[in-house]
């Protein structure tokens, strides 16, 4: 087991390197936003675009060789020296260190709703299959599957702030037949984390984000029931007396918990992280998704590389958890002989 370990480790640290390695080469060969600016700013003032541009290059460090560049990013990623953000003026880390709140402050409580909540309802659902409940949880299912989150979040934009002009679910006034702002990152600092100013302007969010890792769940869960709800040792419990809430947590869960503990570290970790940039985009909350989305718009390539680095470390690191706890919940699962 030590040995597997140490294997899966050695491969989190690769594969997060190849990651980092193939965004940074990326943002390397895209086009400059600085430089095109600098550029135009030189024609329009009667100046020479190209000494422009080669001045910015200089400030900014991007006149050395790529692979000086590249060796000098890689020493400061070890050395915890993450660069420093041209867009935001300050130290990656500090950067990180801003945003990350404001995302925690959405993504924990998503997670729990959709853990909670999915499974809740997938596991029901399959032990009630074909009753209505099943269906509500079925239409609930396909609605978070096929809507896209970008739409959605317009959508409860437009219905809970323009169409009825009140806001009051996120503790913000509006102005007449102006799309709002619906996140006051001031309200935290003020008020407080867990102030009721703070978790109103949070609910849409978090609506929003749960809205497609819910669905999996759901899906995945009742899957499951439904593969063992019909086998030999459940039918064995129901011909003792055993309840159905009994059948699914001591015999159903226990045999379905291997796969569903796979789907919520993969679905979930998966759509927090791809969903966290639309979600704080439309609502602008300052966190690590919006903080990646101004990076690649800036090309700001240290800003973009350092929640990049947090996020497919945590993914990685995630999945080796998983695998471990395979483990406990199955004393079959055995890695010492690999």
Known sequence: MKWYIARRLAWTVFATWLALTITFGLLALSPNAGELQAAQQAAMQGGDAEEATQDYKERMGLDAPFHERYLDWLV????????????????VLAAIGSAYPYSLQYAVPSTIFTTIVGYGLGLWGGMH????????????????????????????????????????VLGIALEPFKLPTFYDSAVPRSEGWLSWANIKQLILPIAVLSTASLAAQMRYSRAQVLEYVNSDFVKTARAKGASDVYVLFRHILRVALVPLTNILVGTVLGTLFAGSIIIEQVFQIPGLGQLIFKGITNNDTALVLGPVLISTFLVILGNLLEDLLYTVLDPRVDYSDR
């Open 76 to 91: 400061g990623i070890l050395t915890l020296n993450w660069g420093w953000s041209i867009s935001r003026q300050q130290t």
């Open 129 to 168: 299959r074909n009753q209505p409940s099943d269906y509500a949880g079925m239409i609930i299912a396909f609605f978070g599957i096929s809507i896209p989150n970008f739409w959605f979040a317009i959508m409860l934009i437009l219905i809970t702030g323009v169409w009825f002009q009140d806001a009051a």
